[in-house]
């Protein structure tokens, strides 16, 4: 009994150290404090949930974001052990909650591969929550038990019956911990959507007590997917044409390793291929994904040249080229993903490769041997990307020539700084030239450079390749930032080793024009030159929206609020006092003069910069298609459902 009691207080120090050293190091087990590191808490408790549904144990799952930012995660799973851990003596509630990595030791039988980049266990939100919650209805009766900062604040208690059985997480995050701590409805809603399309048959649903609706009621979204992947590339393909009638569907399994696939053609030009591991988004691909690309290679190669499609083509066709207009959603499930890269965004498992590329290639295979018309469709739009390809390469290359022939100078538009350090040196794309000639005037010369753009520059999304050289706004940004593309085994590259400013500005007026031509602006980085968003190079400016002016006073305003403020603290709330009041409403850059917009907008001590993130580029890249595509149904759907919380938050 000694022995027993010895081991009990041992690993009791052991919990309170293992939680001592995750509020030591948070950024170790979710990554960071901010933002991003606030929503991990939420997908750690899920990760838990949708374990359930793999084992085949719960079909709903529940996220309600109350009013003061805390959080309840509920599920109809079996719900956690409460029994006595023998070897802890302690119920194993208190075990899973406030011992680091306890989750998954009970359940070596249960099919567990989610996680992954997640994965560090709920005593981890445990630990870094100020107060915490767990409710488990099990074996006819509820228990609960309470912590704080992840240590117990009650013993698991026995508080009644019940019928059903589940788990359910309520938990505030510590805000000792995070630099912010509200929820973001958008983030929590792509995630959840992207799970259930992910987990088919499992029903996931939204409320939002922070934002209650003209009836009373809060804010509830439900997402459910019957169809599971091939729903959600018909959903990222919303407003794409596609090429054939239904999205190809592969399922297989070796190895362990479970594949699902899902793809479609469609008639735009650009390629969109989404992977997981284990539900976790892989943005840069990986082994799975080059399994993926292999297989489709191979064997729209073999069955095009055996059916003598490619007999009078004069040019390679490139890897490339079997994906333009391609949709494809990629999951795997791997029992010990390992995962590359400095933002862990891409998997390493060497095995996988092969195996992707077997499941892929056999399904492919049957596929175009049943479907002649379909395969024939999609071999023509192979056919008519290489040409394409041949086309730009031509334009591109002629455009370099001349640029050389010209003397590879920079754009006579551009007003370059001074310095030659890329690191230290910024670019404004400016909208116009009458507000580039004001920027020009405000700058900082040394570190910043200028390029006025004129008009609303190509839409991208709909151009082809080769037309975009011919734009001159276009031509301009490729020379002026130094960067370039180049083919590398028939796959194009972006080079910018040169890349002649680490900051790109992109320099709008603050109305609806502006907003536009800033949209056009990111849809060319982002199917164009992708690598520098992801680098984190392109940089929204936020010039301010008012200037309320009292005598020689004045303020600047980004907002509403600002603005009431500003009125508030120069009426001294007074409102006899709001006629001295002179306020200005900017609608364009080219109302401040170049003293105002360096003040505002160009002085990195004083202006707002907003860096643009495709962190969330499946969002990013539905939203573009569909306010820059063909199809406007689908645009109109958009912006009417989205007219009560429009906000494209790129
Ligand atoms: C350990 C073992 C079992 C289930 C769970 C944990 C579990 C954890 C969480 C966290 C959130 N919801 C959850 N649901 C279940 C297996 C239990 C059994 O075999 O009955």
Redesign the pocket.
Known sequence: MTAQKNDYGANNIQALEGLEAVRKRPGMYIGSTDFKGLHHLVWE?ID??I??HLAGQCDLIEVIVHPDNSMTVK?N?????VGLHEKLQKS?LEV?MTVLHA?GK??KD?YKVSGGLHGVG?SCVNALSSYLKAEVHREGKIFTQEYNQGRPTTEVMEIGEASDTG?Y?TFRPDKEIFETLEFKYDTLSTRLRELSFLNKGLQLKLTDERDVEEDGSFRVESFFSEGGLVEFVQYLDESRTPIIDEPIFIAGKKDDVEVDVAMQYNTSYSENIYSFVNNITTKDGGTHVSGFKRAITREFSKYATDNGFFSKLKFNVSGEDFREGLTAVISVKVQEPQFKGQTKGELGNSEVTSIVSQCVGDVLKFYLEENPKKAKQIIDKVVLAATAREAARKARESVQRKNVLAGGGLPGKLSDCTSKDPTESEIFLVEGDSAGGTAKQGRDRHFQAILPLRGKILNVEKALEYKIYDNEEIKNMFTALGVSIQEKDGERELNIEKLRYHKIVIMTDADVDGSHITTLILTFFFRYMRALVDQGHIYIAAPPLYQVRKGKQSRYCWNEEERKEAIEIYTKGNPAEASSLKIQRYKGLGEMNADQLWETTMDPETRILRRVTIDDALEADRVFSMLMGEEVPPRRDFIERNAKYAKVDI
């Open positions: 408790v838990n949930s374990d359930e599920d799973g079996r719900g956690i052990p194993a899973v989750g009970f359940d249960t709920v788990t997480i």
